[in-house]
């Protein structure tokens, strides 16, 4: 089996999204400071992270978007590992994704990952340009009705971010299916036959957390 990441690194200092703070990282505890807690010749660290749950390579929960959605607690793992993965390939399609993007595609349980290689940009203000591609509502509605677990995309947003609405997002997330953002490397995906996981943290209250996004190959 071949394991392919599709995160992008968490670092010290970097932007996610316009707007939103960047992570800190650092150190708790360093190991000169844990000689005094340990046997000679044991030593330990802790680190210590400061960021908001926007970061990296991230999964939304209804409660991102829905005060009465469930949150990262509440969170089947069903919904976001060992799902058959089906690699939209959009590139080339414009910004604004809709229906025909996903038309004639057999997504149901599976986990739908927009190939848009708007991810070539990461780290740079290009990937930050409001005009980025997005599923539109008819799109994020085809894959509901469709029946997809997930959706995720290589972009900064999967709603337009040119306006103040978020039709993918509201329409997504009213039915349930999780939305990852922010991934990376989909082009060295098979457009079927992967198998896709981004398990976040169990935390109760919170709605949206970073992930470690990966497919495996067998």
Do not use: K
Not at 10 to 15: D, Q
Not at 69 to 78: C, I, R, S, T, Y
Not at 146 to 161: C, E, F, P, R
């Amino acid at each position: 089996m071949r394991l392919i990441d599709l995160s992008h690194v968490v670092e010290h200092g970097m932007t996610t999204y316009p707007g939103l703070p960047a992570p800190e990282i650092g150190v708790h505890l360093g190991f000169e400071e844990s000689h005094g807690a340990y046997a000679a010749g044991t030593e330990f660290q802790i680190g210590r992270i400061a960021m908001v749950a926007n970061t990296g390579t991230y999964l939304d929960t209804p409660a991102h978007r829905y005060r009465d959605g469930h949150d990262l607690a509440g969170l089947p793992l069903e919904r976001c590992a060992g799902l058959p993965a089906v690699v939209v390939r959009a590139a080339g399609l414009g910004h604004a994704l809709d229906t025909a993007a996903f038309t004639g595609l057999d997504v149901a349980g599976c986990a739908v990952l927009v190939h848009t290689g708007w991810d070539a940009h990461w780290g740079t203000e290009a990937y930050l340009d409001r005009d980025h591609p997005h599923l539109t509502e008819d799109g994020a509605r085809a894959l509901v009705d469709a029946g997809a677990t997930l959706v995720g995309i290589d972009s900064v947003n999967i709603d337009d971010t040119l306006g103040t609405a978020r039709p993918a997002h509201s329409t997504l997330l009213a039915a349930d299916i999780p939305v990852v953002e922010h991934l990376t490397g989909l082009g060295g995906l098979p457009d079927t036959g992967a198998v896709f996981t981004a398990v976040p943290v169990a935390v109760r209250g919170l709605a949206t957390f970073p992930v470690r996004a990966f497919a495996s190959l067998g």
